[in-house]
């Protein structure tokens, strides 16, 4: 299973107001670790719930109605979904075990329901479990495609918006276009063909529907950047460099680069570790690159929705 950067939580709780007491607390972890917090709070057992679907279940013993918690793991077990359950109440520990042995779980962590600083260690202790299980290079290649296409679809959503502006067009074309030609010129002078001719691309005569189905990633990301200098223009900031380079070159380090790294280079166990193999050198991902790499990609992915919201 691919891990995508929505952590999916089924909690099964019939207190609400409690959930909502403890629920940032969840949340600040998960963003810490690069993913975005998603939960379905039910209070009872639901026909309708897809169980298989989550990265965790956090059930409480005692629910609006029957079957119990313990009951209710049994069912799920049943349905062949083995994903983790952090089985919770407030009453001893022992005897939450105990009604966990009676059903024969397996894939239970028990905790108690007070205090809270503990039910939420005990949680975030899980989590961090179950991320550790698909932290590995190939789920981080999944990751990374899936979630970068959905970041170029996004750019595709922005662009078919704004650019029916024949001056951004005309941008686009002055900078994006005029710089392609001056690349197709130079190949052909290297290759030692004698083109005194400007080169004039067709591009310049398609519409925006037609010209996104043939530019690239880099040259969409400069589509974006035309649409964010407007903004600042106009007094609207919305992307602020981390750093001395500005968006373009940003994007193209934090995810193109890694993207095509990931699809493109071989991967070989060294010292039992995995190292991924490239032109300029060998790459390790370790824990702390794995969550800088969805943080980014978050980041992003939050930038352009605000631009598609203007």
Known sequence: MIMRLKYKILWIENEEDWVDSIYDQIQEHLSDLGFEFEKKLIAKEEESVNYDEYDLILMDLNLAEQPNGAELIERIRNLNVFTDIVFYSSIEIDILREKGREKNLEGVYYSGRTPEKS?????????DSTIKKVQDLSNLRGLVMAEVSDLDSLMDEIILKYYVDQSLLDEFHHRITKDKENNIKKSLDNDGIDCEKTCKLNWRQFNIDKL???????QKVRAINILLERHKKQGTVLYQSPNDKCFVDNYLQDIIHVRNNLAHCSSVIENGKEIL?????????DTDKIIDIRKKIREYHELFLKIQEL
């Open 119 to 127: 039910f939420v260690r005990k949680v975030c202790q899980v989590i």
């Open 212 to 218: 996104l189905k043939i530019i690239d990633s880099s």
């Open 277 to 285: 193999k490239t032109r300029k050198g060998d790459l390790f991902f």
